[in-house]
C-alpha cells in the first residue's frame, strides 16, 4: 500500500483508490466489520491516507 501511494509523489495529481475483499476472501471478516459503528469509523480512518 506504501509503494501504491507513493506514487502521488511522482505525480502529484494521481488519484489511488484501493479495492478490499476479493471473490476467495469470503463475507465472515466484512460481517464483523459492518457488526459495529466504531468499526466501520476505524477501518475507515485506517484506510484513507491524505
Not at 507513493?6 to 489511488?16: F, P, S, V
Not at 475483499?21 to 476505524?42: C, P, R, Y
Amino acid at each position: 500500500m506504501t509503494q501504491f501511494n507513493n506514487l502521488k509523489k511522482r505525480n502529484r495529481g494521481l488519484k489511488t483508490i484501493a479495492s478490499v475483499g476479493g471473490w476467495a476472501m469470503g463475507t465472515e471478516a466484512f460481517i464483523k466489520l459492518v457488526s459495529s459503528q466504531d468499526l466501520m469509523n476505524q477501518f475507515a480512518g485506517n484506510a484513507v491516507v491524505t
